[in-house]
């Protein structure tokens, strides 16, 4: 199968979460743009969605479907979104498109958070992909400093000419090796600590409920 045919064979198990009348959490990147082409195909209409992104938000209004402020929401049935790399304990690492901190809210907000991707997602330790870190476009230069104190083997590069919906700077940290999904909560706990941090990338505190898979041989789960 082709990538793209594995990014569309992941969204379509996720299709099964989607309930008539509830609001609908919708994530970014190109595994969700194909989760959200096949939203015409449920036999019913999907009325109400929170969007991660501007992209998506776009996407889903060519639907036909309103998007939503989520301040004027109580609750969101499912997120559906896709991960830059998934570890032990479905703990993610996402933000490779840069809608991390909106991309977290949403999942904190949401009864189920279902991740959808292709088997090349899948790691022991996470890290080779760079953790994102959105940060306050001031605090960027002390950011970096206070990243490389609290791991000196890292390396923290500013995202230059990348700035997110939320008008703010990101940092991409290499160099880490994450193997389990406690070191991963300990890392974003520690991270968000610091001043100037907006969010960062690891999803580890509030991880997926379930992840689909999609590879050569079929749709694989995984639970927490």
């Not at 500013?158 to 991963?184: K, M, P, Q, V, Y």
Request: proline residues 4%.
């Amino acid at each position: 199968m082709t990538p793209s045919e594995l990014k569309l064979a992941a969204a379509k198990a996720a299709l099964a979460f989607v309930k008539p009348g509830a609001v609908l959490g919708v994530g970014s990147g190109s595994t969700v743009n194909a989760f959200i082409s096949l939203l015409p195909t449920l036999p019913f209409k999907v009325t109400t969605a929170i969007a991660a992104s501007r992209a998506s938000e776009e996407l889903l209004n060519a639907q036909g479907i309103a998007v939503a402020d989520l301040n004027a929401i109580d609750r969101i049935g499912v997120y559906v979104d896709g991960a830059d790399e998934i570890g032990p304990g479905l703990a993610l690492i996402k933000g490779g498109g840069a809608a991390l901190t909106r991309e977290k809210i949403i999942a904190q907000a949401s009864d189920q958070f279902v991740c959808i991707a292709d088997v090349s997602k899948i790691v022991s330790a996470m890290g080779k992909f760079p953790l994102p870190v959105e940060v306050i476009p001031m605090a960027r230069t002390h950011v970096a400093s206070a990243i490389m104190a609290l791991h000196s083997h890292t390396l923290s590069k500013w995202r230059e000419g990348i700035i997110t919906d939320n008008g703010n700077h990101l940092i991409d940290i290499h160099g880490l090796a994450i193997s389990s999904a406690a070191d991963a909560a300990a890392l974003e706990t520690a991270l968000n600590q610091i001043p100037g941090v907006v969010s960062n990338g690891l999803f580890a505190l509030r991880t997926a409920d379930i992840a689909y898979i999609a590879a050569a041989d079929g749709i694989r789960t995984l639970n927490p």
